[in-house]
């Protein structure tokens, strides 16, 4: 069993930046692929990035050259870098790793983009 810890929410004015952390309890070196997730309220939860183990990272359209996810092993936290945000990017944010085959999640993280 994994769990995840999210921070580094928040709120931000439109252009500006966070980073968002996501800790885990155990190594994630092997983990079958990390990323992070976003949901509003009364719609589905939707991938925002996502890096499969040597795979290609993909990253969601509306976030391609503003979003970077990345992960340090050595930490067991995988982040994930905004920058130029956007009022439409406010969302709870879930840190997800897949291990084993098992898929955790974080409890998830507010971040709200005041315009």
């Known amino acids: 069993q994994v769990q995840l810890v999210e921070s580094g929410g928040g709120l931000v004015q439109s252009g500006g930046s966070l980073r968002l952390s996501c800790a885990a309890s155990?190594?994630?070196?092997?983990?079958?692929?990390v990323g992070w997730y976003r949901q509003v309220p009364g719609k589905q939860r939707e991938l925002v990035a996502r890096?499969?183990?040597?795979?290609?990272?993909d990253y969601a359209d509306s976030v391609k050259g503003r979003f970077t996810i990345s992960r340090d092993n050595a930490k067991n936290t995988v982040y994930l870098q905004m920058n130029s945000l956007k009022p439409e990017d406010t969302a709870v944010y879930y840190c997800?790793?897949?291990?084993?085959?098992?898929?955790?999640w974080g409890q998830g993280i507010q971040v709200t983009v005041s315009s």
């Open positions: 997800n790793v897949i291990l084993l085959y098992h898929n955790y």
């Open positions: 155990g190594s994630i070196i092997s983990a079958n692929a």
């Open positions: 890096t499969p183990s040597g795979g290609i990272t």
